[in-house]
Structures are given as structure tokens and as C-alpha cells.
């Protein structure tokens, strides 16, 4: 099958917006090749795509050199454990896993259910909620700024801090850097640093200071590395999340058939955030590069070049999951690849279920009704090449 047989191209608008019809062209052969802003690989079968994320010795996370990457990269430079291999990976993760064991999840259940239960309650009023705002947007990015230990008179420009530079991801590859992503970028390092070098003279109980506090113990972290990484835990805890939610209340609204399911048999709740995570997932696509000339599935991808690892192609791959264009809130076995695999499996899975689970309960419990307020109206993506979050989603609740 040529080049010409399929369509990938994740900078044009169309695409992001609706990009599963395309991907039963790339699952029927071997992984393709074309050229974006640098030769690429086009990973998207099941079985290759497992194997390329498990396999951290051909495969590096490291990121290739493109025009703007300085002026783009919000860690400048540092590794993070979404960037570093090991055994800098392995140092990292270490350091950061204690806060997101399942026990330190669990008890962090009771305040995201009060959390939630105020941003449900406070929408409440009408007909008509627009969902992003009040819930998806909100709940997940209060729940990291907490644990880091983040002012609440913050929030709300946290998270448009983490909208500006989530939006300009990839897309900055093809066309430059944005304004409003390079300001962003500059503003929440300023801030962050200036709550580092607070939490070190005044510790209190909260991530930051832990993570100060490892640094100068033991010299783990240098300081870019200390901001880099609390810079990344506070897009990855909340970005995914949010369009877990998103993508998750907008596939029951399509699909009012496995809703009602839902609604009768909460014990599903589980496996429906596993299968809301498989048919429409938070993070699209990953990056890897070969440390050397390699082979995948029947391709020879050359050293330096780039492998783009299509996790939600692989979500929908039929020799993995049968009917995979179909949601079913029930799918069991359920082995999606929403959360990678190997030893950069996602750290936050437990804390992005837990919200998950509860945000979707809490609007099925409040709401006796829950479709699009104009089914036919075109839905907007936002801008990032890689995670796939709407940007409004207008619900009819009642």
C-alpha cells in the first residue's frame, strides 16, 4: 500500500477533530513512512505498538532537534521522566513515585469527591451546562495544584497556563512557536520557581516541598531538573485528565444506549473509564526514535529518525479488541495502551482513574439526563497534536 493510500497529517484541524476513519488504512499493513516536518514512522498496529513502548533499549524517548525547540521546550532542556531514558529515568521516577502510590491515591478520594460534588452542585441551575468549564477543566487541575501545594487563588490561571502551552504542543514543530504558548511557558516557570524557593524556606506538607526536600538531602535533583519536573506533573496530572473526562461524557451522549447501561449498573463504572480511556484517549500519539537502524512489524526505521507510536489506532485495532469501533462500557478483557507500557507506564494512571470514575459518577448521579445540546454542531478540538480534549462541550441535563 502506497503513501497515497492513507491520510496522517495531526497538524490539520480535520484530522484532530474526528481521526479514527483513517486508522483502518494504517492497521491492515505494516507500519507506513512519510515526511511531516522530518521523516517519520507510522507505529499503529497493536501488537507494534506494545512492542516499540516495552522496548526502552532500541527505542529512546529522547526528542529529536527542530528549529524553536529551545524557545518551545517548557522543561528548557532538563529530562523529566517523560523525556529522560535511563538510568536518569530511573532516578526520577523513584523520586516522585512515593506520591502516587494506590495507597496515597486512596486517600485522596474523599477531598476529589468533595471537590467534584461542589463544582456539580454549583452548575446545577438549568437545562444546560457547558461540561469543560464546570467539571472537566476544573476538578483535575485543583486536584494537582492541592497536592503540589499550589494557592487556590491560582487555579484558574494555572490552568490556562496549561490550556496555552497544551495548545501549542507539535504544532509549534511545523509552524513556530506561539505567542500565547511562549508566554505561557516563561510565566509558569517564573511562578513555580518563585513557590520552589518558598517551600525551601518554608516547607510545608504538599509535593513541592517534598520534592525540595529530596533535592537537598540527597542532591537527587538539580535545580532545572526540580522545576522541570514539577512543571510536568502539574500538565500531565491535569491535562489528561481533563479530556479523560471530556471525551469520556461526550462518548456516553453518543451512545445513549451504553449510558442508560451505565445508569442501571453503576458496578460498571470501572470498566467504562478503562473503556471510555480505549475508544477516545486523552493522549493520541507518543514519541520514540530507534538508538539505531532498526526493524518494526515488517519496516526498517532508520536511526534518527522519528517513530510516531499511535496509541489510539492501536485502541481500535480488531485483532486486539473485537467490534472496536463500538463503546461498551462492560469490555472485558480490556488491555488498552491509553497509559503506555513499560517503564514509562503512566505514573498518574491510579489518580487519573480515581477522578475519572468520580467526576462520571457525580454527573450521572446529579443529572438525569446527559446528550449534546446540538448534536449537529461541530465540536472543537483543541490545538495539541498529541492529546485530544475539547474545548467546550455543550450538554442538555434535564
Keep these: 500500500m502506497s503513501e497515497q493510500d492513507f491520510y496522517f497529517n495531526p497538524f490539520d484541524p480535520e484530522f484532530r477533530a474526528n481521526p479514527y476513519p483513517h486508522f483502518p488504512a494504517l492497521l491492515k499493513g505494516p507500519p507506513r513512512q512519510l ?7 507510522l507505529i499503529a498496529r497493536y501488537a507494534d505498538v506494545v512492542s516499540v513502548l516495552r522496548d526502552h533499549e532500541r527505542f529512546t524517548v529522547r526528542r529529536p532537534e527542530i528549529p524553536f525547540r529551545e524557545r518551545i521546550d517548557p522543561f528548557a532542556g532538563a529530562p523529566t521522566i517523560l523525556t529522560a531514558d535511563p538510568p536518569v529515568h530511573s532516578r526520577l521516577r523513584r523520586l516522585v513515585s512515593k506520591a502516587f502510590t494506590p495507597r496515597r491515591v486512596r486517600e485522596l478520594e474523599p477531598r476529589i469527591r468533595e471537590i467534584t460534588d461542589d463544582l456539580v452542585k454549583q452548575a446545577d441551575q438549568g437545562r444546560e451546562i457547558e461540561a469543560m468549564s464546570m467539571l472537566a477543566n476544573t476538578l483535575p487541575v485543583i486536584v494537582i495544584a492541592e497536592l503540589l501545594g499550589v494557592s487556590a487563588a491560582d487555579h484558574n490561571q494555572f490552568k490556562q497556563w496549561s490550556n496555552d ?3 501549542s504542543f507539535g504544532q509549534d514543530m511545523a509552524t513556530g512557536p506561539s505567542p500565547a504558548g511562549l508566554a505561557a511557558k516563561d510565566a509558569l516557570r517564573r511562578y513555580l520557581g518563585e513557590v520552589i524557593v518558598q517551600r525551601r524556606a518554608n516547607p510545608a ?4 516541598s517534598a520534592l525540595v526536600a529530596a533535592s537537598d538531602d540527597a542532591e537527587v535533583l ?7 519536573f514539577v512543571v510536568l506533573l502539574l500538565l500531565a496530572g491535569n491535562e489528561t485528565t481533563t479530556n479523560l473526562i471530556g471525551n469520556g461524557l461526550l462518548a456516553l451522549c453518543r ?13 460498571f463504572i470501572p470498566t467504562a473509564i478503562e473503556e471510555m480511556l480505549r475508544y477516545d484517549p486523552p493522549v493520541q500519539m507518543t514519541v520514540r526514535m530507534p538508538t539505531s537502524t532498526t526493524t518494526v512489524g515488517g519496516t526498517e526505521i532508520p536511526a534518527g529518525t522519528l517513530a510516531f507510536v499511535l496509541l489510539a489506532a492501536a485502541n481500535r485495532d480488531p485483532a486486539q479488541f473485537p467490534r472496536p469501533e463500538r463503546l461498551d462500557v462492560a469490555r472485558t478483557p480490556n488491555d488498552h495502551v491509553s497509559f503506555g507500557e513499560g517503564i514509562h507506564f503512566c505514573l498518574g494512571a491510579p489518580l487519573a482513574r480515581l477522578e475519572g470514575a468520580i467526576a462520571i459518577e457525580s454527573m450521572l448521579e446529579r443529572f438525569p439526563r446527559l446528550q449534546l445540546a446540538n448534536p449537529e454542531a461541530k465540536l472543537e478540538y483543541r490545538g495539541s497534536m498529541a492529546l485530544r480534549g475539547l ?6 441535563v434535564r
Excluded: C, G
Excluded at 515526511?35 to 514512522?41: D, E, G, Q, S
Design 35 to 41: 515526511n511531516l516536518f522530518m521523516p517519520t514512522t
Design 165 to 167: 502551552l497544551v495548545s
Design 222 to 228: 538539580s535545580e532545572n531538573e526540580l522545576l522541570a
Design 391 to 396: 474545548s467546550k462541550l455543550p450538554l442538555l
Design 255 to 267: 451512545h445513549p444506549d451504553e449510558q442508560q447501561r451505565l445508569r442501571e449498573s453503576r458496578e
Design 205 to 208: 506538607d504538599d509535593l513541592i
